[in-house]
């Protein structure tokens, strides 16, 4: 699986965008970008996932570059809840489905 | 949505005993599930790939004998730790894929297993 470069760790104030930027500048054209997110003591749970297109879902926004060489994932107003570790994940369609987690971003939310 | 279960939550055992954590999918079949650890401050690292039906996939470096992984039905995966001695406490993890998506766009993951050996 290509790999992905994130930021170690991120500050946001609550109730204000957050802007988690995922480097990919390996990715091939079969690759899908997933991000997941950790809560403290918890498994990971699905946030976004996209190819090219930029999408949209109830819990967040991916931005992905014209060149896909790295992404974007917006939330729109962070919340206190939202303070956990973000991954950005490389995903080939023709895989077995595993999954290999990076570092990850650690986001905390300031109230 | 899909909820994948964990059981135990948290267990204690001593060094030498054997410890088996259960994964099951419960409103979804699924053919594959995968196991993780996370040790403290750390990412996740997969640790094998649980086939129903067929032998489990070990990632490098993971010794099967040590880590027993059994996937007799499709809502069932456990993984055994065999003879558990201290440096295995961690945080376990596991997910599943719904059987029959050609491109799961999601992997749904259970909410873990904190094993600590005394």
């Known amino acids: 699986d290509a790999k992905t470069t994130q930021p170690n760790s991120m500050e946001s104030n609550e109730e204000e965008p957050v802007h988690l930027p995922c480097n990919h500048s390996?990715?091939?054209?079969?690759?899908?970008i997933h991000w997941y997110r950790q809560l403290p003591s918890q498994g990971p749970e699905y946030v976004i996932h996209?190819?090219?297109s930029n999408v949209n879902n109830r819990m967040a926004s991916l931005a992905i570059a014209e060149d896909r060489k790295s992404s974007t994932l917006i939330l729109h107003r962070a919340t206190l809840r939202d303070a956990a570790v973000y991954y950005c994940i490389l995903r080939d369609s023709s895989n077995t489905g595993k999954l290999i987690f990076g570092q990850g971003t650690t986001l905390q939310v300031k109230p | 949505g899909a909820v994948v279960s964990q059981h135990p939550s948290r267990v204690i055992c001593k060094s030498g005993t054997s410890v088996k954590i259960e994964c099951r999918s419960l409103d979804f079949q699924a053919t594959t599930m995968f196991w993780y650890r996370q040790f403290p401050k750390k990412s996740l690292m997969l640790m094998a790939t649980s086939n129903e039906g067929s032998k489990a996939t070990y990632e490098q470096g993971v010794e099967k004998d040590k880590f027993l992984i059994n996937h007799a039905s499709l809502t069932l995966s456990t993984l055994t730790v065999t003879s558990a001695h201290p440096e295995d406490s961690s945080f376990y993890i596991c997910?599943?894929?719904?059987?029959?998506?050609?491109?799961?766009?999601?992997?749904?993951f259970g909410p873990g297993t904190r094993l600590l050996v005394l």
């Open positions: 996209g190819l090219t």
């Open positions: 390996t990715i091939s054209g079969t690759d899908y």
């Open positions: 997910s599943a894929n719904p059987t029959g998506r050609i491109l799961p766009e999601t992997q749904y």
